[in-house]
């Protein structure tokens, strides 16, 4: 029934840019807490970006801040990674994580992940 898929992903040249999109679905998305993940080979899953429920607050890894742009749109069940700028380092597979903001219990659910690839 929980659905968060993942698109937009490939692979793109040093300098440029794309944008993710992650649908959900099967859950009431707009009182999740939203969250971009990326995981590397041979690295730990890192977080990239996440974004408070309502969409008022946003926060960022050092390492993307002023290139990445995370949003969504409740009505429509949809997060957005803008991604510019984008370097070799960038390379991996990027997640979705929703969780819930309404207790108890507690949920989460992880979507599986498009890959992106920043290569010349």
């Known amino acids: 029934q929980v659905q968060l898929v993942e698109s937009g992903g490939g692979l793109v040249q040093p300098g440029g840019s794309l944008r993710l999109s992650c649908a959900a679905s099967?859950?009431?998305?707009?009182?999740?807490?939203m969250s971009w993940y990326r995981q590397a080979p041979g690295k730990e899953r890192e977080l990239v970006a996440f974004i408070t429920s309502g969409g008022d607050t946003t926060n960022y890894a050092l390492f993307v801040k002023g290139r990445f742009t995370i949003s969504r749109d409740n009505a429509k069940n949809m997060m957005y990674l803008q991604m510019n700028s984008l370097n070799p380092e960038d390379t991996a597979v990027y997640s979705c994580?929703?969780?819930?903001?309404?207790?108890?219990?507690?949920?989460?659910?992880w979507g599986q992940g498009t890959q992106v690839t920043v290569s010349s």
């Open positions: 099967g859950f009431t998305f707009s009182t999740y807490t």
């Open positions: 994580y929703a969780q819930s903001t309404t207790w108890s219990p507690t949920r989460s659910y």
